[in-house]
C-alpha cells in the first residue's frame, strides 16, 4: 500500500471510531420499530430480490472484487442503516436534530456502501482494490437511493418521508400503493443503473454482453 493509501485508512478508521462513540452517547431508537419499517410487505418484495441479486451477481461480471462476502455485506449494511443515515440527515437540515448526527450518517453512509467493502477487500487479498475510488464514487449513490425508498410511505392518503414524523421510526402502515410505486420508480431505477452499468457482464458463454 503506498502511504496515502495507509494515511486514507488511519483517517476512515478514526471517522468511523468518533461516529461510534457519538452513536453510544446519543443515537436512540426502538430496533424492533426500525424493523418493521424497513420490512414492511412492499419493501420485502423489493429490496430480497435486490440484495439476492448484489450478492450472487458478481460472478457474471469482469469484476474481481464483487463476489458474495462484498455484495452480502454491503446489501445487509444498506438495509440495515440507510433508512436511518438518510432519515438522521433530513432531520438535521430540517434543524430535529444536532448536527453531530449529520457527521454520524454520512460515517455510516461511508462505511456502509464503501470502506466496509475496502476492509473486506483487504482482509481477502492483502492489498487495498484498485476499484476502491470508483466504489467511493459509485456505491453511495446506491445507498441513498435506498435510504430514501425506506423512508418513504403514505400517511392519511399522502405520500411522505416516515422520517419527518416526530414517532420515526415507527411505521404508520404496511400497505403498499400506487403512489409509493411511483415514488420508489425512479430511485430504483437510478441505484440499478448505477449498479450495472459500469461493469461488464457476461452469462457464462461466449460472446456474453457487455
Known sequence: MTLFLWVYVATWVTLCLSALRIVVREIRFSPRDAISLVSTPWKLCLFVPAALFVTFAGRFTNDETWDVGS?????????????WSVGAAIQVLRGKRRPAHLFVAA?????????????YLLLRDGHYSHRWF???????????????????????GRLGLACSR??????????????LFIAALPLVGIAGYVLTAFVHWHLGFEGGVE
Open 107 to 119: 460515517v455510516v453512509t461511508l462505511f456502509s456502501s464503501s470502506w466496509y467493502y475496502d476492509a
Open 71 to 83: 455484495g452480502f455485506g454491503m446489501s445487509a449494511l444498506t438495509v440495515a442503516t440507510s433508512w
Open 166 to 179: 416526530p414517532d420515526w421510526p415507527r411505521p404508520v402502515s404496511k400497505q403498499g400503493s400506487f403512489l
Open 134 to 156: 470508483g466504489n467511493l464514487l459509485l456505491s453511495p449513490i446506491i445507498y441513498l437511493c435506498a435510504g430514501v425508498v425506506l423512508n418513504l410511505e403514505v400517511h392519511d
